[in-house]
């Protein structure tokens, strides 16, 4: 592999996987994925 398509891979990886499944503080120690449902669940609830 060259440099260029391994920097892509680990960019897509922590684009795709890691940034979406990891828990944040600023959203109540909830991963983006978690915090998107919830907000989606809320305003399907109201």
């Keep these: 592999m ?3 398509e391994i ?3 680990i960019t ?3 684009e795709a996987f ?3 499944q990891r ?3 600023r959203l109540g ?4 994925v978690a915090y998107e449902q919830r907000f989606y669940a ?3 609830a109201a």
């Design 2 to 4: 060259r440099r260029t």
């Design 7 to 9: 920097l892509q891979e």
């Design 12 to 14: 897509e990886y922590i």
């Design 18 to 20: 890691y940034n979406r």
């Design 23 to 25: 828990k944040q503080k």
């Design 29 to 32: 120690y909830l991963s983006p």
């Design 42 to 44: 809320d305003r399907l």
